[in-house]
C-alpha cells in the first residue's frame, strides 16, 4: 500500500511547501484547500530523474523516430479527472507506468510557479 503524501502551494507567499499532519483540509470548487493554500496529492510516481510528481506537475513527454529525431513532444500539466491522475488523457497508473519511469518523462515546472510552460506551441 502506498503512503498518501501531499503538497501545497501558499497563495499568499508564492512558495511551495509540504503542510505538517496537523493541517485540516477544506473543499470548495473541487480543489482541496488547507487555510488559502492549494493541496495538491503524490501520484505514486517518479519522473526520469526520480523526482516525485505531484497533481499540478508540468511535465514533458517525447516520443523519438530514432536516436536524435523527435517524433512528438507533450507538454501538459498533470490531473485528477475520472478517478485518477492524468497527462494527456492517459492514466499515470494504469496506462503509462512504464513510459514514465526510465523515459523521457520529465518535470518542468508546475502550474502554480510556471502557469507560462503550459500556453504557447506544445
Known amino acids: 500500500m ?14 511551495m511547501f509540504f503542510p505538517s499532519e496537523d493541517y485540516q483540509p477544506q473543499f470548495r470548487n473541487g ?11 503524490y501520484t ?9 510528481i505531484y497533481e499540478g506537475d508540468i511535465c514533458k513527454w517525447q516520443t523519438y ?26 492514466s499515470l497508473i494504469e496506462s503509462m507506468p512504464e513510459a514514465i519511469e526510465g523515459s523521457t518523462f520529465e518535470i518542468i515546472g508546475n502550474i502554480y510557479e510556471n502557469p507560462e510552460l503550459t500556453k504557447g506551441d506544445k
Open 44 to 52: 505514486g510516481r517518479k519522473d526520469k530523474n526520480g523526482k516525485e
Open 2 to 15: 502506498r503512503k498518501i503524501k501531499f503538497r501545497a502551494f501558499d497563495q499568499i507567499n508564492k512558495r
Open 65 to 90: 523516430i530514432n536516436d536524435n529525431d523527435i517524433d512528438e513532444q507533450i507538454i501538459e500539466d498533470i490531473k485528477f479527472q475520472k478517478g485518477s491522475f492524468t497527462f494527456h488523457d492517459f
Open 31 to 41: 480543489r482541496v484547500y488547507f487555510f488559502e493554500n492549494i493541496l495538491m496529492q
